[in-house]
Every structure is written in C-alpha cells, then in structure tokens.
C-alpha cells in the first residue's frame, strides 16, 4: 500500500484550519475532552457502540448506521446479533470506508488520513496510539476481570481523559495520504487499535473534514461562519451530521433546493444510503425530504433536541420507492402545514398542478364541487384520496419489527446498550393520535402517520 507523509508545516496549516471549521475560534477545553474517546463496542451487544459522554453522537451515530447496513447487506436474520470482535473490527472498518468513500466524488481519488506519531517519531510517548487507553486496556487493566459493565468502563474511560490536552492531540497529528478506498481499508485494518483508542473518533472526523476539503465543506454549508461543533454545548449541527451521512455538508435535510425569502438552501441531491428522522419535524422546524425518509436501506439516524440514536429494520420493503398516492399524501401535507387533514378548496389546482394532474380551470372547478359539496372551503385529505388514488395499494407491510440503538448507558434500561426491539403496527385510520410525551412515537409518525409501536422492554426507547 502506498502512502505518503505530509511535511510538518503543511500538516500544522491544515490542522489550524480543520480545527476552526469544526471547533470554532475558541476550543473549550472541557468539549474536546468529550469528543476524545474511541470507538468501543458494547459488553451486552456485540455490533453496538459505546458513548462515552454528550457530543460525539454525530460521529458515533452515523458510524453505527452504517455498520448496521452492512448486517443487513451481509448476515442473516437468525445470527445477526452473534458477531465476535474480529467481525465486529471488520463491520468497524467497513462503516469508515462507506463514510469517507461518500466525501470524494471522483472514484479513484486520494484521501487524507489522520494518525498519531509513533512514539518513536517524538519525544512524548505518551500521545502515541499506542500508549492512549484502549477497549481492551479499560476492560483488562482498570477493572476486574468478572467485571464488564458499560457504565464501569465509560466511567474509567472518562476518568483517564482528565488531563488530555488540545493543543498536545493538535502537535501530534500526522496526515497520510493513500491513493483510493481500497488502500483506505487496509490503512485501518493495520490500525484498528487506533480507532479504539482515545483519539479513534476525532482521528477519523479529522480525516473526513481533510479528505473533503475545507473550501468544499465551506461552500456547501449555509453559514460558513458557523462551527460545525457547537462551541458552548459541543453537539454537531445538522451540517457535521450531513457530511458523516451524505458526504455533503449541507445545513438542510429536505430534498434539493427549497428557495425561502430569495435564498436557495441546499439539501440532498439524491436518496441516501442510510436515512434520517427528526424530532424537530413534528415540531414543524424542519422539513425531512424523500432522500432521508427513504433510503436506500431501512436504516435511519434519529435526531432529538440534544442526542442522535439509530433506528432500523430488517423490513427491507419499508424502504421501497414511494407510490404515487405516498407522493400525493406529501403534497397535499405541503399546502396543510398544521396537520388538519385538509386543505383550503382553493389550493386544489396547486395541488393537482404539483402532482401533474389534469389542473385546467374549469376541471378544477368541477373538482372542487365534487370534493367539497358543502361549500366549507376545504378539502379533505380522505376525500381527494378517495377521488385520485383509491385503487392504490400499499406497499409498507402492515406489521413489521423495529429495533433501536442509543449509545449513552445512562439512558438505556439497566444501563445495558443493547438493541430496543418493537413490534409495529400501521393503523388504518388518517386520524393520527399524538403523544407529545412518547417522543420515539412522535418521531416514528413522521415517516409512517399512523403506527403504533410496542416494545418488548415495557417501555419507549428514550432519545436523548
């Protein structure tokens, strides 16, 4: 495998300049000691990542998305829950690659990737990956050997961050560059204790911000100003969580280009590999396009008001191409932004005209007669259905299983990070039952109106 190695000052330039794109002109100290940890999977779920502390979901999140479309691609429904470590390292390594091959638009394009020094090449040994806490060293060395809770390691793995330092993780950096994604994966199969270590999560976002190039990821975000890791609470904004699951930085996550007061605000330019789900929807602050409810695989990252979880199924018709009458019920939701069901009589011929349907004057008129007969102004959402696209039929299964990731212990029953596992049901009534407490169900309705989600723990996943 080939690689080359960057001079010093260059490697110090692009340093200084990753460092102000992702942390701003001011790295809190207490911040990157909450992004500083590796990728470590669980004691109880063997395919599952650990999160250490609040921040580096946008990482982790994404990663785990992508190791779980790979089981789904590649196991079997009966053992997929069975993986050992080297399988696990694999699953691992195939995710990074998915990610960074997204950035690059070119195929055979080179890519910059960060490691540590070797403790031979400086005079601090310490900083060397191999000398910064493992999985392994945290699980073998700061506890007992009949003890391999979650909570005890991330605890231990908390404690030995204390005295991590910024600028000495910064002066130890050293980029190398490797020819195409083939050569990507075999730089971190030889380094997989890298990744497990204590700098694995900001080495590879690191190399991800590298790879793509700072000019690009500017020109992609909506605010080039703005860090990608929020300087005072240390969560990623949305455009950090679109380059790890796009390869695009953009700050929107609704299909194409959407012109609001005379900007164009750019958001995904095709479907996604894996999707994305977000709370802030059934807030009405954003607006999820196609591209991310639908996927190419039944994977989504969710996304609350503080934390970002995974879910998904092995359901792979959930994620088939929308129906006309999925399309239509999109439409229509456009010109019914409170979610009453209904449209107002005179946003018919809009309506027809967005979903290429007949939309001349006077057919609009007999239209309109017909589906509002009282004369009320409004169109009711069941009615135009009815009229348009009651012969359709639906694709999505009526029941189906689900299953839930959250990384943080402390928000997992028992502190056990294991896969939530939910029996769903798609309701046949258009009315929608709301529980603004039961934020996975409110969620969940933003993809699929009507389900209904019983999960074998008793109670609903939490999502921060």
């Known amino acids: 495998m080939k690689m080359d190695k960057k001079t010093p000052s260059v490697v110090c330039k692009e340093v200084q300049d990753i460092s102000n794109i992702l942390w701003g002109p001011s790295l809190k100290i207490d911040v990157f000691r909450r992004w500083a940890q590796g990728f470590h999977f669980s004691n109880e779920e063997p395919t599952a990542l650990l999160q250490c502390e609040g921040g580096p979901c946008a990482v982790l999140a994404p990663v785990q998305a992508f190791i779980i479309k790979t089981l789904l691609e590649t196991d079997s429904l009966e053992d997929w829950r069975k993986a050992g470590s080297e399988k696990c390292n694999k699953l691992l390594v195939k995710a990074v690659c998915d990610i960074l091959s997204q950035v690059k638009e070119e195929v055979d394009t080179k890519f910059q990737l960060f490691e540590l020094c070797n403790a031979e090449d400086n005079d601090d040994p310490d900083m060397s990956c191999e000398n910064t806490p493992s999985q392994s060293n945290l699980t073998n060395g700061s506890m007992n050997d009949d003890s391999k809770d979650d909570l005890r390691l991330i605890e231990s793995s908390i404690s030995l961050r204390q005295n991590l330092s910024a600028d000495k993780f910064h002066s130890q950096l050293r980029v190398i560059t490797v020819d195409n994604i083939a050569a990507v994966e075999a730089f971190y199969n030889e380094r997989i204790s890298m990744l497990q270590n204590t700098y694995g999560v900001l080495l ?261």
Not at 303 to 322: A, R, Y
């Open 204 to 464: 590879l976002l690191y190399s991800v911000i590298c790879s793509k190039g700072i000019e690009q990821i500017s020109e992609e975000m909506s605010d080039p100003s703005e860090s990608l890791i929020d300087i005072i609470h240390g969560y990623g904004n949305q455009s950090l969580i679109n380059l790890m699951l796009t390869g695009r930085a953009v700050g929107h996550v609704w299909d194409h280009e959407q012109d609001v007061g005379g900007l164009k605000l750019r958001g995904l330019i095709k479907q996604n590999e894996v999707g994305f789900l977000a709370l802030f929807e059934h807030l009405r602050y954003c607006e999820v396009g196609s591209f991310f409810k639908n996927p190419k695989h039944p994977v989504w990252v969710v996304g609350s008001e503080t934390h970002l979880t995974v879910l998904f199924s092995w359901e792979k018709s959930l994620v088939s191409p929308e129906t006309a009458g999925e399309v239509a019920r999109r439409v229509f939701k456009r010109f019914d932004p409170d979610g009453n069901n209904f449209i107002q009589s005179s946003s018919l011929q809009d309506v027809l005209h967005e979903l290429n349907l007949v939309s001349e004057t006077e057919y609009v008129e007999i239209m309109r007669r017909k589906l509002d007969p009282e004369g009320l102004g409004i169109i009711l959402l069941s009615a135009f259905m009815d009229e348009f696209y009651s012969d359709e039929k639906r694709t999505t299964p009526d029941v189906f299983t689900l299953f839930h990731y959250n990384g943080l212990p402390h928000s997992c029953p028992d502190g056990r990070v294991v896969y939530q596992e939910g029996s769903a049901v798609l309701l046949e009534s258009d009315v929608q039952c709301v529980f603004e407490s039961n934020q996975i169900q409110t969620v969940l309705q933003t993809k699929w109106r009507n389900i209904e989600v019983n999960w074998k723990s008793g109670g609903s996943p939490s999502l921060n």
